[in-house]
């Protein structure tokens, strides 16, 4: 019986991780949730899997949700802030933490997680971007086993030997590629880019997901966030990593060996694919997804994505490359300029821009502590809050 803690319940990850936890109660218990908002989601949630804690931001939704729990009938105890986040993720009770809080808030309880040992089934890729090295020698420090949840990385987990320890000249690995869907305006003429709304933005044609990495997808900043977060996982340097556009996710990505093998991994788009590959591994369990149909999808189609239609796939890559607390700036930039444009303060064609500029000032940024990556974090922020409001004013 595995004790779980899954950061983030409440969102599209979480959501998808308590269904598969549900198919199979005698494998998986739930120690603790967290959730920022959705504090009705998240007292049936305690109570459904009749969670020991929950974890919320504030004192006044901490009150909230422990009334809501106590009208299901549940014992949940209610606990909030920041220091409560990270002491349900390590604490001696959990084996396994889900971390799927989106962005840079996720970055404290992962790493909490990763130092305490746990195994860490990581969604949250801004974490990894963000402090990539400290993070990835927090898991050696600690002891953890780190379990890629986004389905990339698992795939490509899936296709790496067994044996695979971020070496790859020693496993015969020259390329680590990574499928992109190409996101809801793969197909439309980028000169009409401009007037894009949020809820355009949004409409992912193959997955359904939060809005902060609908629009990353509909940008490439995902794939961009991904390539970098391939490089933290499995060693591989950005002139060994490429991404190919591929409408169908099928193909969820593919490792090529020496010999001129390709090795891929495919499925249907559902996340609990590698969430259910990730909590059970080594074996494997039912995720409750449908077989995949070949010949219903009929064909699988790949092309190069396009650098004028996804401008910040090119700064993820400029950001790997320029590397120590270039990657926290980019990723920071973008999730304030997200914010703005999901809020309506910004045009979606400015999403790049606000990032470009931001990492261009901020090029010699470091990232020797963790505390040092949150400052550079909130400097980035506040650049690129304020390129908004001159654009505003403009
Ligand atoms: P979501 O917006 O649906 O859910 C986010 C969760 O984090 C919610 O529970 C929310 O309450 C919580 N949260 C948000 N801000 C917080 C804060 N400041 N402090 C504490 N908690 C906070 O997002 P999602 O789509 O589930 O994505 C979660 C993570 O998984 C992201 O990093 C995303 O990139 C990654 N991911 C998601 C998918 C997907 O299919 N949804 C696929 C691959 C990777
Ligand atoms: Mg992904």
């Known amino acids: ?210 809005r902060k990495i609908s629009v990353d997808s509909a940008t490439m900043m995902n794939k961009g966030l991904e390539v970098i977060e391939a490089h933290w996982l499995f060693g591989v340097p950005p002139e060994q990593i490429d991404v190919v556009v591929h409408r169908q996710s099928v193909i969820h990505s593919m490792v090529e060996y020496a010999d001129g093998s390709v090795l891929a991994q495919l499925g249907n788009p559902d996340m609990r694919t590698p969430i259910a590959h990730a909590l059970a591994f080594p074996d494997r369990i039912n995720a409750g997804v449908s077989p995949l149909d070949l010949c219903a999808i009929g064909q699988l189609d790949f092309e190069k994505p396009d650098p004028r239609r996804f401008p910040c796939l090119p700064l993820a890559y400029a950001a790997l490359r320029a590397g120590r607390g270039v990657p926290a700036v980019m990723n920071a930039a973008n999730e304030a300029a997200v914010d703005a444009f999901l809020s309506g303060r910004l045009a979606y064609l400015a999403i790049a821009r606000v990032v470009e500029s931001v990492m261009a000032r901020l090029a010699s940024a470091g990232d020797g502590s963790i505390e040092e990556l949150e400052s550079v974090d909130a400097e980035a922020r506040a650049l690129a809050c304020e390129w908004v409001a001159s654009a505003e004013a403009a």
């Not at 990574?178 to 409409?203: K, N, Q, Y």
Request: aromatic share 4%; with cysteine.
């Open 1 to 210: 019986m595995q004790s779980l803690t899954v950061l983030g319940a409440t969102g599209s990850i979480g959501v998808s991780t308590l269904d598969v936890v549900a198919r199979h109660p005698d494998r998986y218990r739930i120690f603790a949730l967290s959730g920022k908002t959705q504090l009705e989601r998240l007292a049936a949630q305690c109570a459904q899997f009749s969670a020991q804690y929950a974890v919320v931001d504030d004192a006044a939704a901490a009150t909230c949700l422990q009334g809501l729990i106590a009208e299901h009938g549940a014992r949940t105890e209610v606990l909030h802030g920041a220091d409560q986040l990270a002491a349900i993720a390590e604490d001696p009770e959990v084996d396994a933490v889900m971390a799927a809080i989106v962005g840079a808030a996720g970055l404290r309880p992962t790493l909490a997680a990763a130092r305490a040992g746990k195994r860490v089934l990581l969604a949250n890729k801004e974490a990894l971007v963000m402090s990539g090295a400290l993070f990835m020698a927090a898991v050696e420090a600690g002891g953890a086993t780190l379990l890629p949840i986004d389905s990339e990385h698992n795939a490509v987990f899936q296709a790496l030997p067994p044996t695979y320890r971020r070496d790859p000249a020693a496993a015969g690995v020259r390329r680590i590629l990574l499928t992109a869907s190409g996101g809801p305006f793969r197909d439309r003429h980028v000169d009409t880019l401009a007037g894009i709304s949020p809820d355009e933005a949004c409409a992912h044609p193959n997955w359904v997901m939060g």
